[in-house]
Protein backbone atom coordinates (compact mmCIF):
# COMPACT_ATOMS: atom_id res chain seq x y z
CA UNK A 1 0.00 0.00 0.00
CA UNK A 2 1.15 3.73 -1.27
CA UNK A 3 1.65 6.03 1.88
CA UNK A 4 -1.07 8.89 0.27
CA UNK A 5 0.75 11.54 2.70
CA UNK A 6 4.43 11.36 0.23
CA UNK A 7 4.69 13.88 -1.82
CA UNK A 8 5.35 12.72 -5.66
CA UNK A 9 9.05 12.52 -6.28
CA UNK A 10 10.48 15.43 -8.19
CA UNK A 11 12.14 14.87 -11.37
CA UNK A 12 15.48 17.87 -12.44
CA UNK A 13 16.75 17.64 -15.71
CA UNK A 14 20.18 19.35 -15.07
CA UNK A 15 21.74 19.86 -19.33
CA UNK A 16 24.15 23.22 -18.32
CA UNK A 17 26.51 23.03 -15.20
CA UNK A 18 27.79 26.56 -14.10
CA UNK A 19 30.90 24.95 -13.14
CA UNK A 20 34.01 24.85 -15.02
CA UNK A 21 34.87 21.24 -14.05
CA UNK A 22 32.98 18.45 -16.25
CA UNK A 23 32.45 14.68 -15.63
CA UNK A 24 33.46 12.93 -13.76
CA UNK A 25 33.68 15.42 -11.27
CA UNK A 26 30.35 15.39 -9.32
CA UNK A 27 29.95 19.27 -9.39
CA UNK A 28 26.56 18.75 -11.44
CA UNK A 29 25.04 16.77 -9.73
CA UNK A 30 26.04 18.22 -6.14
CA UNK A 31 25.01 21.14 -7.78
CA UNK A 32 21.38 20.38 -7.91
CA UNK A 33 21.40 18.88 -4.61
CA UNK A 34 22.27 21.98 -3.26
CA UNK A 35 19.70 23.87 -4.63
CA UNK A 36 16.85 21.52 -4.26
CA UNK A 37 18.01 21.18 -0.41
CA UNK A 38 17.97 17.35 -0.95
CA UNK A 39 20.21 14.52 0.50
CA UNK A 40 21.95 12.07 -1.60
CA UNK A 41 19.42 9.41 0.07
CA UNK A 42 16.64 10.82 -1.25
CA UNK A 43 17.59 10.69 -5.30
CA UNK A 44 18.42 8.68 -8.37
CA UNK A 45 20.70 9.42 -10.82
CA UNK A 46 20.40 8.66 -14.52
CA UNK A 47 23.51 8.08 -16.99
CA UNK A 48 24.32 6.86 -20.09
CA UNK A 49 28.47 6.47 -20.14
CA UNK A 50 31.30 6.35 -17.36
CA UNK A 51 31.92 9.29 -16.79
CA UNK A 52 28.24 10.19 -15.73
CA UNK A 53 28.00 6.79 -13.78
CA UNK A 54 31.52 8.01 -11.65
CA UNK A 55 30.08 11.38 -11.43
CA UNK A 56 27.28 9.88 -9.91
CA UNK A 57 29.15 7.70 -7.72
CA UNK A 58 31.40 10.62 -6.41
CA UNK A 59 28.03 12.46 -5.70
CA UNK A 60 27.13 9.79 -3.24
CA UNK A 61 24.19 8.64 -5.55
CA UNK A 62 22.37 5.31 -6.61
CA UNK A 63 22.78 5.19 -10.53
CA UNK A 64 20.88 3.41 -12.78
CA UNK A 65 23.09 3.32 -16.84
CA UNK A 66 21.18 3.08 -20.06
CA UNK A 67 24.17 2.74 -22.17
CA UNK A 68 23.72 4.80 -25.71
CA UNK A 69 24.91 3.37 -28.81
CA UNK A 70 28.65 4.72 -28.54
CA UNK A 71 28.94 3.34 -24.45
CA UNK A 72 27.06 0.26 -24.99
CA UNK A 73 30.78 -1.73 -24.98
CA UNK A 74 31.88 -0.39 -21.62
CA UNK A 75 31.26 -1.72 -18.38
CA UNK A 76 29.18 0.13 -15.83
CA UNK A 77 30.81 -1.30 -11.95
CA UNK A 78 29.11 0.28 -9.12
CA UNK A 79 25.66 1.15 -11.14
CA UNK A 80 22.29 -0.22 -9.23
CA UNK A 81 21.24 -1.44 -12.45
CA UNK A 82 22.20 -1.31 -16.36
CA UNK A 83 19.01 -1.33 -18.47
CA UNK A 84 19.08 -1.17 -22.08
CA UNK A 85 16.35 1.08 -21.85
CA UNK A 86 13.46 2.88 -19.06
CA UNK A 87 10.91 1.68 -21.01
CA UNK A 88 9.19 -0.57 -18.42
CA UNK A 89 10.67 0.53 -15.71
CA UNK A 90 9.21 0.62 -12.32
CA UNK A 91 10.52 2.99 -9.73
CA UNK A 92 8.05 1.38 -7.05
CA UNK A 93 9.29 -2.59 -8.41
CA UNK A 94 12.73 -1.84 -8.07
CA UNK A 95 12.59 0.04 -4.71
CA UNK A 96 14.01 -2.05 -2.47
CA UNK A 97 16.59 -3.74 -4.59
CA UNK A 98 17.69 -0.01 -5.43
CA UNK A 99 17.46 0.57 -1.61
CA UNK A 100 20.14 -1.99 -0.91
CA UNK A 101 22.70 -0.04 -2.86
CA UNK A 102 23.38 3.14 -0.80
CA UNK A 103 25.62 2.74 1.51
Known amino acids: MRNTNQKPPRRVYLTYCPSSVK ?15 LATRACLAFEHSLNGLAAAWAAGLVTIVTPSLCTIH ?18 EAQRFRLADKRA
Open 23 to 37: KPAPAAYLVVLKALG
Open 74 to 91: ETFEGAALVLPDLGGFDL
